[in-house]
Structure formats: C-alpha cells, structure tokens
C-alpha cells in the first residue's frame, strides 16, 4: 500500500528553513513513498518548493509532488503535481505531461472523468471525520469507486491508526494520503 504524506504549514512550518527541516525529519522517520508540498496560506510558496525539493536527491526513491502550481512543479522539475477538483479544465491536458498529476476527487464521476484524462491517480475523501471537511464520506463511498476505475485510489481524510489504514486497505485502495498520521 502506498504511503502519501502531505505537507500543512502548522505542522511543517511556512518558511523555507523550518519546513525543509520538517519534511527531512518526516522523510527520515516514517515509511512514506509520495510527499505533497501544501501550503494555502503562505504569500510566496515558490522559496518553500525550492526548499522542499532540495531534498529529492537525499530521497530518490520518494515522488516528490507541488500543490496546485503546475508552471512551477513543471519549472522546478517535480516528480508531480497535486490538483483540486476544481481545477477540472486543466486535468486533461496535464493528465499527459511529464508530471505525474494526483486529483482531489470527492464522487465517482469526478474519478472517471481523471482516469479519462489520464492522470496517475486520485486521492477520495474525506473518508473518515477531519476537521473542516464537511461529513465523511465514509468506506461505502470508497468502495463504490474501487474497482471502477485503473488508476490509483489514495484513501485522504481522518487517516490516524493502523486500524484506519487496514479499514482501507480491505476496500481496495492502492494507497493512503494524510497529513496528521505521518506527524502525530
């Protein structure tokens, strides 16, 4: 199952020392094979991408993946770059770039209309309680996409325990995304 953390500056810091700091513990402490650089609330995310990628080559078996920015994740030479459903009209062509393109998907329909744009993956959630998301949307919603489409499936949403990782893993998923579980 694959293992994909995401950054948010209250736990990884929003300025280029701190976070880079962060993420090299993280990387080094947990079983992690995808990071995602997010950070919604810092006025220049390019010196944090500059930093958080710095440390690709000390990681080289790990995807490292921008949020949102796809001229900078493409300038900068990330491995890819995570999308927000609405984001939708950007989704095909980048879908067939030299990225590896992850979408937020929070319904079926918006999983096949990624795996018809050819993305690497989706994320779906949230699938257990999180904090401002709205309800979860629970396993029966997961398990309604699994099987339905090729690409990967990560689980995203109140991801903490291993009992929650297993929960998943026995709808089918081909991995876990969460920012809590890899920091507390």
């Not at 997010?38 to 995310?45: A, E, F, G, N």
């Not at 944090?48 to 490292?64: C, D, G, Q, V």
């Not at 992850?102 to 904090?131: D, N, R």
């Amino acid at each position: 199952m694959l293992r994909y953390a995401i950054t948010d500056p209250s736990y990884y810091g929003s300025d280029p020392f701190t976070l880079k700091k962060s993420v090299h513990r993280v990387l080094s402490n947990s079983k992690i094979d995808m990071i995602c650089l997010r950070d919604k609330i810092s006025p220049d995310y390019e010196p944090l991408a500059r930093a958080f990628l710095s440390l690709k080559p000390l990681f080289e078996n790990k995807l490292f993946f921008l949020h949102s920015d796809i001229d900078l994740a493409l300038r900068l030479r990330a491995d890819g770059v995570h999308l927000p459903s609405n984001i939708s009209k950007q989704i095909a062509e980048e879908g067939k770039s030299a990225l590896k393109v992850i979408v937020s998907t929070h319904s079926l329909k918006e999983a096949m209309e990624c795996e018809q744009a050819g993305v690497y993956g989706i994320t779906f959630g949230p699938v257990f309680s999180t904090p401002g998301k709205g309800p979860p949307k629970g396993l029966e919603k997961l398990k309604e996409i699994t099987g339905k489409i090729s690409i990967n499936i990560f689980a995203l949403g109140g991801i903490l325990t291993q009992e929650h990782i297993t929960a998943v893993k026995r709808v089918g998923v081909d991995g876990f995304a969460s920012i809590r579980y890899f920091v507390e």
